[in-house]
């Protein structure tokens, strides 16, 4: 069973809380989310560390994922990690990766 899924479960009101830190697109469209939203997350927590900012508030700010541009990962690091973390935070779930995938990507096989 996925993280998101047992979370999202909860009646506990601070994994409410949580629940809405990485607002993703599937959310919004009101669609089941699962593993692709825990993809999606560890993107975002990905981000927070390397720009040593908290991306949630990124988040809050979207009125419509169509329009809105994902930033880039500060430019100290390699491309690679900011081609990691686009593909992570796809707007289409169908289109992020699953782990083993993410796990074949260049920068994880140096």
């Known amino acids: ?51 040593l900012d908290d991306g949630r508030y990124l988040l809050d700010q979207v009125e419509d994922f169509n329009t809105w541009k994902r930033p880039d990962v500060p430019r100290i690091y390699s491309r690679d990690l900011d081609r990691v973390f686009k593909l992570m935070t796809n707007l289409k779930p169908e289109e992020r990766p699953n782990a083993n995938e993410l796990l074949k990507e260049k920068i994880f096989n140096q």
């Open 1 to 51: 069973m996925p993280a998101s899924s047992i979370i999202l479960d909860s009646s506990d009101s601070l994994i409410q809380e949580k629940q809405t830190w990485y607002r993703c697109p599937e959310m919004e469209e009101n669609k089941q989310i699962g593993l692709k939203y825990d993809i999606w997350s560890a993107g975002w927590a990905l981000f927070n560390i390397c720009s």
